[in-house]
């Protein structure tokens, strides 16, 4: 049976099913899968990311890297001439046979039409600049056509790139995608990094859901404050972190250049940006592995570093973890989920903490950021720290509470007791770093 496709919710906020089910999008950055796998290299990945519960995988049709020029695993080129209107049907068949692949295995593609480096050349990027709004909704009416039938498609136009000054462009490929498939799709749009695409898009008719790119400069970057301005935008859309700090990624807030030699994002940095955007309100997260999404095997020229391969990288600890996110989120009333500043009163903004050397914070380090249920039937707090004392005002919930730890290493939990609509201090602990302090009225089926 084929997928359902994917909508956003009767509220906005979230991301559904077209059989009204809640889909907690779990994404995974594998912008060269089409580009550097060969098919039965692809099926391993996708096996892997399925296992692990990923539901989405962002991949990209026209590559960043030479992916005009450098052919596929298969030897093929994706254009004749880099004309967006010259399709090269051998090339594309690879594509359609690892998207439909990912269907059989119950996986979603985030399909980017074209890296941003093909639209304008400015920042980064090798290109060539290839679009114009006429070539783009003609490419976008082909892959629009060759898709109809594929529900598992999400569409991510954009691709590290700012969209101002380009969004006649963007707007004629969505136009091109939404003639050729004969329907509005799901869409979106990929930024660069410390950008959201609420900065200029949020307002486009086409555009479903706003992404942001916290990205790989800083320590503990505040993708949760990014996620709180796109919440509070109107009209009301959904939004998430589609490309926050890498596993396995040099971190480098120092020089940009990216030197292994100061260490390396680890899963502890990814499960602080995943818990804390989707707390702030996020109707999901991407997870991204540093050489994962370039596939970096040694017959390809590294980028920024990688290590290890990606036929490794793919059971790195951050990668195994992020199921018990998604699955946490779904075990509860998931529609009626909204942000809870209310439950920390002693937490102030971000923003009052000002520091010197802004590269490296501790404010941001230690900052818990909670959610709950509109009707008090849950809370949850992250703690992003062990030992860490925070004071948790109970009285948005609704009767007796019954508090428990969450292991987001695990999954597992471990009861503390009941506690009434009081202010309470609850000490986050030794062991860890992290965890999630999980209040149920006390109707709530425990995990």
């Given at each position: 049976?084929?997928?359902?496709?994917?909508?956003?919710?009767?509220?906005?906020?979230?991301?559904?099913?077209?059989?009204?089910?809640?889909?907690?999008?779990?994404?995974?950055?594998?912008?060269?899968?089409?580009?550097?796998?060969?098919?039965?290299?692809?099926?391993?990945?996708?096996?892997?990311?399925?296992?692990?519960?990923?539901?989405?995988?962002?991949?990209?049709?026209?590559?960043?890297?030479?992916?005009?020029?450098?052919?596929?695993?298969?030897?093929?080129?994706?254009?004749a001439g880099d004309d967006p209107t010259?399709?090269?049907?051998?090339?594309?068949?690879?594509?359609?046979?690892?998207?439909?692949?990912?269907?059989?295995?119950?996986?979603?593609?985030?399909?980017?039409?074209?890296?941003?480096?093909?639209?304008?050349?400015?920042?980064?990027?090798?290109?060539?600049?290839?679009?114009?709004?006429?070539?783009?909704?003609?490419?976008?009416?082909?892959?629009?056509?060759?898709?109809?039938?594929?529900?598992?498609?999400?569409?991510?136009?954009?691709?590290?790139?700012?969209?101002?000054?380009?969004?006649a462009i963007w707007t004629a490929m969505a136009q091109g995608i939404t003639e050729g498939l004969g329907f509005k799709p799901f869409f979106t749009y990929h930024p660069m990094g410390g950008m959201s695409s609420s900065t200029t898009l949020h307002t486009a008719d086409w555009l479903d859901m706003n992404m942001l790119q916290s990205g790989h400069h800083l320590m503990d970057a505040p993708n949760w404050e990014m996620i709180r301005a796109d919440y509070a935008r109107t009209p009301v859309k959904p939004a998430l972190d589609g490309e926050p700090n890498y596993e396995h990624h040099p971190v480098d807030p120092y020089t940009r250049l990216w030197k292994p030699e100061y260490g390396r994002f680890t899963d502890y940095d990814v499960r602080k940006q995943a818990y804390r955007s989707v707390f702030a309100g996020a109707c999901g997260f991407t997870y991204g592995s540093h050489s994962v999404w370039q596939m970096y095997a040694p017959k390809h020229e590294p980028v920024n570093h990688p290590a290890p391969t990606w036929d490794e990288a793919i059971f790195a600890p951050g990668a195994r973890q992020l199921i018990h996110l998604k699955n946490l989120m779904l075990s509860r009333p998931y529609f009626t989920r909204i942000p809870a500043p209310d439950?920390?009163?002693?937490?102030?903004?971000?923003?009052?903490?000002?520091?010197?050397?802004?590269?490296?914070?501790?404010?941001?380090?230690?900052?818990?950021?909670?959610?709950?249920?509109?009707e008090g039937a849950y809370g949850l707090v992250y703690f992003p720290l062990a030992e860490q004392t925070l004071t948790v005002d109970l009285r948005p919930l609704r009767g007796h509470i019954r508090a428990s730890w969450f292991d987001s290493r695990s999954g597992g939990t471990h009861p503390i007791g009941g506690y009434e609509r009081n202010i309470v201090t609850f000490t986050s602990p030794i062991a860890g770093p992290d965890w999630v302090l999980i209040l149920d009225a006390e109707s709530m089926t425990q995990l």
């Open positions: 049976m084929p997928l359902p496709r994917i909508r956003v919710s009767a509220n906005r906020r979230f991301l559904m099913t077209e059989h009204g089910e809640p889909f907690f999008w779990l994404g995974d950055t594998a912008w060269e899968l089409f580009h550097r796998l060969s098919l039965p290299e692809a099926e391993h990945y996708l096996d892997v990311r399925r296992q692990q519960g990923f539901n989405l995988i962002q991949a990209v049709a026209l590559a960043e890297l030479d992916g005009l020029h450098t052919p596929n695993a298969n030897g093929h080129i994706p254009l010259r399709p090269n049907e051998f090339y594309f068949r690879h594509v359609d046979a690892i998207i439909r692949m990912a269907a059989e295995k119950g996986l979603y593609i985030g399909l980017l039409p074209t890296w941003g480096d093909k639209v304008h050349a400015r920042l980064w990027g090798i290109g060539p600049v290839i679009f114009n709004t006429d070539n783009a909704r003609i490419y976008g009416r082909f892959l629009g056509e060759r898709y109809r039938n594929d529900p598992n498609i999400v569409w991510i136009l954009g691709g590290d790139r700012p969209a101002e000054g380009y969004e439950l920390l009163p002693d937490v102030a903004p971000l923003s009052t903490h000002v520091e010197k050397d802004n590269r490296v914070n501790p404010f941001r380090a230690a900052h818990p950021v909670a959610t709950r249920d509109s």
